[in-house]
């Protein structure tokens, strides 16, 4: 792990963090003492199951939070409130 002084780290930012970005974890110092660590964010992991799913052509995904559905499922019978009333008397 490569030790930064603080003043150096703030003098240099743009240059260290390029190296963070890369996978290096540095120690930060203030006047010899390890104060902070900076690393990497963790890279969020795909399921297999989606890959496989996305190589396949079955799925679409970019990357985000799913949307949802763009229109509402059909739904046959009563509806669960009407239920709920009667189940309530």
Do not use: F, H
Not at 37 to 49: D, G, Q, W
């Amino acid at each position: 792990m490569t030790k930064v002084g603080v003043r150096q780290l703030k003098n240099q930012l743009s240059r260290y963090l390029a190296r963070v970005r890369k996978g290096e974890v540095l120690a930060v110092t203030q006047r010899g003492r390890e104060v902070a660590i900076l690393s990497p964010v963790p890279t969020a992991t795909v399921p297999k199951e989606l890959a496989e799913m996305v190589t396949a052509g079955l799925a679409e995904w970019r990357g985000g939070k799913p949307a949802g559905a763009t229109r509402p499922a059909k739904v046959q019978g009563r509806r669960i409130s009407s239920l709920i009333i009667e189940d309530r008397r």
